[in-house]
C-alpha cells in the first residue's frame, strides 16, 4: 500500500480512537476495532461530536502546558517530563487537529494488524490507564489506594525508617540541609524584659515590642505593640539603605506607640526573624546576600553585616538599637513555646512551605557544619537547634503518583524539595489538579469540560480545597459554591462533580498529613535515639545533659507548630496528631507522649525568647 495511503488510514484511526476514549474503550481495542472494521467506528462517531469536541479541546490544552526538557534545569516554568511521552502527546493532538504530518516523528510501517505491545512502544503515553476506569467510582478508589496506602501501616513504619537514615547521613556532611544554628540555650521560662522583634518576610513586615514576665505573671509572654506592613511590589524595588530606611520609620512607629519608651532612649535590644538567604556569622550577625523574591535591597549592600545595616538605619531616624539575636521562622517557633512548654524539642512550620527545627546534641552534627565558631562556643554548648529544612528530604523514599510526577515535570527544580510538594500549601492543590484533569478525561468529570479555569498551572488554590472540606454537609452546597465561584464553567458542575473533587482534596491533604506527622516522628526518634547514645559515650561532661533530655522527651515532647494548613485545614492537624500517636504507639517508648501545641506569633515571640536567653 502506498505510504500516503496508509498515513491518511492511520491518522483516522488515531482520530477514531482519540473519540472511542470518551465511551469508555481502551485506546488499543478502539484503534483495533477501527483498523478492520472502519465503518463501526464510524457509526458511533455520529454520536459523539459534542464529546469529541470537549476531549479535543483538553488535548489540545494538554499540548500547550507540555513542557519542553530545560537545557539547564532551571528554566522557570520548564520541566524534566520525559520526552518520549511530550512528544507522543503533542503528535496525537496535531494529528487529530490539524493536517500537518507531524506523525512522521513516529516510525510507521505500511499496514498490518497492529499489537497491542507495538503501539505501547511507539507511544509510551497511552500506557497511563485513562481507559481502566468504568466510573467516578473506580477512578477515586484508584486514587485512594495511590495516595493513601503507601502512608499506612508497615510502610509508614518503613518511610519514618528511611527518613531517619536521610536525617544521619545528611547531619554529617551535607551543606544544604541539617544546619546547625548559633542558638544553643533553651529558655528556663523565668527569663524577664522588653524586647524588640522583627519579621521580614516576603510580602510582609511585622514589627512587635514584647514583653516576658516569668512564671510569676499571669500572662508571661505579651505583646505590647505590632503592627504589620504590607511590603508593596514598589517597596520591593527600593536599593540598597533605602528599604532598610523604610523598615527603620516603621520600627519607629511601633516603639512610639508604646507610652513612656521615646524614640530617643539607650540602645533597644533587638530580636530578628529573616526569611532570606544569609550567611550567618554568629548569632547576631550575618553576611547579606540576594534576597530573591523580587527584592533590590540587597544590590548594594551585598558583602555587609545585615545587623549594622539595620542598626544604622534606625540610628538615622533617632532610635538607637542592638541586633543582638538572629532566627530562622522554625527555630524561632521552637523557642517561642520553649519559654512556656519546658519540654519543647521541636517546632514546625507548615503553611506555603514546610520546616521543622529541632533540638539536638551538638557532637551529631558534623564538625564542618559548624563553620568557624570559637572554641568558647564549643565549650558552653552540649546541643543545638538544628534547621533541618525538611522539604529537601524523602527523594527515593515518597510514594510518588503519576501526579506528583506532572507537577515535578513543570517544576524548575523538580528534586529540589520532594518532601515539601506533597505537604505543603502551595503544592496540594496543584496535585489535586492533576488528578482532576485526567478524572474528567477519564470518567467524564464535570460532563467532560473542565473549568477553564482549571487548566493554568497552579490555579487551583488549596484555601479552595480547604474551604470545600470544611463542608460536611449532606447537600455540599457551600463547597459547590465555593468551587464555582473560583473556577465557573461554560457547563453544569453538578453537586456529584464537587463531592468527587472534595474527596479528591480529602485524599491529598490526608496524605500530606500523614507524612509530615512521619516527619516529626522520626525527629523524634532521633532525638531520642542520639540522646541515648551521648549517654552511652560514658563523657562525664555530657552524660547528665543527655540523661536529663531522655527523661524529658521520654515522659512528654511538645512540638510547637505555626502555619496556615496545620492551623486552619479542616481536621488537619487531628490527622496529623493521630498518626504520631499511632506511631508512637507501635514503637519501643509507647509511654512516650509526643503532642502537638500551636505557637501564635511565633515568629516575634521567638526572636524575643532567642534574646532573652543572652541574659539568662
Known amino acids: 500500500m502506498p505510504i500516503t495511503s496508509a498515513m491518511a488510514k492511520l491518522r483516522e484511526a488515531l482520530i477514531a480512537a482519540l473519540r472511542s476514549l470518551l465511551k469508555g474503550k481502551s485506546f488499543i481495542q478502539a484503534l483495533i476495532a477501527f483498523w478492520f ?103 477515586l478508589l484508584e486514587a485512594e489506594r495511590l495516595l493513601l496506602l503507601p502512608v499506612q501501616g508497615d510502610r509508614l513504619s518503613q518511610f ?5 537514615t536521610q536525617f544521619r547521613d545528611r547531619l554529617l556532611n551535607d551543606a544544604a540541609c541539617m544546619l546547625p544554628s548559633y542558638n544553643h540555650q533553651l529558655p528556663t521560662g523565668s527569663e524577664c524584659g522588653r524586647f524588640l522583634s522583627l519579621d521580614v518576610g516576603g510580602s510582609t513586615l511585622r514589627v512587635a515590642l514584647i514583653e516576658l514576665s516569668g512564671p510569676a505573671s499571669a500572662e508571661s509572654m505579651k505583646i505590647l505593640s505590632m503592627q504589620s506592613f504590607k511590603i508593596t511590589p514598589a517597596l520591593k524595588q527600593l536599593e540598597g539603605m533605602a528599604f532598610f530606611d523604610w523598615m527603620a520609620a516603621r520600627i519607629v512607629e511601633v516603639v512610639d506607640q508604646v507610652e513612656g519608651r521615646p524614640a530617643d532612649s539607650a540602645a533597644l535590644p533587638m530580636g530578628l526573624a529573616w526569611s532570606f538567604p544569609i550567611e550567618q556569622t554568629s548569632l ?125 515535570a513543570g517544576h524548575p527544580k523538580p528534586e529540589f524539595q520532594p518532601l515539601e510538594h506533597m505537604v505543603s500549601g502551595f503544592y496540594l492543590g496543584e496535585v489535586c489538579r492533576f488528578a482532576i484533569l485526567e478524572a474528567a478525561a477519564a470518567t467524564g468529570l464535570f460532563g467532560g469540560v473542565v473549568p477553564p479555569s482549571l487548566h493554568a498551572p497552579y490555579s487551583l488554590d488549596t484555601e479552595t480545597l480547604s474551604r470545600m472540606e470544611a463542608d460536611t454537609s449532606a447537600t455540599l452546597e457551600e463547597a459547590h459554591s465555593v468551587f464555582t465561584k473560583a473556577h465557573p464553567s461554560p457547563g453544569a458542575v453538578s453537586i456529584e462533580d464537587v463531592r468527587f473533587v472534595r474527596t479528591l482534596a480529602q ?17 523524634w526518634a532521633l532525638k531520642v535515639e542520639t540522646e541515648q547514645e551521648l549517654l552511652a559515650s560514658g563523657l562525664a561532661s555530657s552524660s547528665a545533659t543527655a540523661a536529663a533530655e531522655l527523661a524529658i522527651v521520654q515522659e512528654r515532647t511538645v512540638v510547637s507548630f505555626n502555619g496556615s494548613v496545620i492551623e486552619r485545614y479542616p481536621g488537619y492537624l487531628e490527622q496529623c496528631q493521630g498518626v504520631i500517636n499511632q506511631l508512637a504507639a507501635s514503637s519501643s517508648l509507647a509511654g512516650s507522649a509526643i503532642e502537638l501545641v500551636p505557637a501564635k506569633e511565633s515568629s516575634l515571640i521567638g526572636a524575643a525568647v532567642a534574646l532573652s536567653c543572652l541574659d539568662a
Open 507 to 523: 485524599y491529598v491533604s490526608q496524605r500530606s498529613a500523614a507524612i509530615v506527622a512521619a516527619s516529626v516522628y522520626g525527629l
Open 160 to 164: 519514618v525508617n528511611g527518613l531517619k
Open 284 to 408: 547576631r550577625g550575618g553576611i547579606l546576600q540576594s534576597m530573591g523574591k523580587g527584592f533590590r535591597a540587597a544590590d548594594s549592600l551585598l558583602g555587609q553585616d545585615l545587623g549594622d545595616i539595620i542598626q544604622r538605619a534606625c540610628a538615622g531616624h533617632g532610635l538607637q538599637t542592638e541586633l543582638a539575636a538572629i532566627v530562622n521562622d522554625s527555630a524561632a517557633c521552637l523557642l517561642s513555646q520553649a519559654y512556656v512548654h519546658p519540654s519543647t524539642r521541636l517546632g514546625l512550620i507548615l503553611g506555603t512551605g514546610v520546616n521543622v527545627a529541632v533540638h539536638l546534641p551538638v557532637g551529631t552534627v558534623g564538625r564542618s557544619k559548624y563553620g568557624e565558631r570559637p572554641a568558647a562556643w564549643f565549650d558552653t554548648a552540649s546541643h543545638v537547634i538544628v534547621n533541618t529544612e525538611l522539604g529537601m528530604f524523602g527523594h527515593g523514599l515518597l510514594p510518588v503518583t503519576r501526579w506528583d510526577a506532572l507537577l515535578n
Open 37 to 139: 472494521n472502519p465503518s463501526s467506528c464510524k457509526r458511533d462517531d455520529q454520536s459523539s461530536e459534542e464529546t469529541q469536541q470537549a476531549h479535543q479541546t483538553h488535548q489540545t490544552h494538554q499540548t500547550q502546558h507540555t513542557p519542553t526538557q530545560p537545557d539547564n534545569g532551571h528554566v522557570p516554568g520548564k520541566g524534566s517530563r520525559d520526552r518520549s511521552t511530550a512528544t507522543s502527546t503533542a503528535t496525537l493532538t496535531s494529528t487529530s487537529t490539524s493536517s500537518k504530518k507531524t506523525i512522521t516523528t513516529v516510525t510507521l510501517t505500511a499496514p498490518s494488524s497492529p499489537s497491542p505491545s507495538t503501539l505501547q512502544k511507539e507511544f509510551p503515553s497511552l500506557r497511563k490507564p485513562y481507559s481502566n476506569y468504568k466510573s467516578a467510582a473506580d477512578f
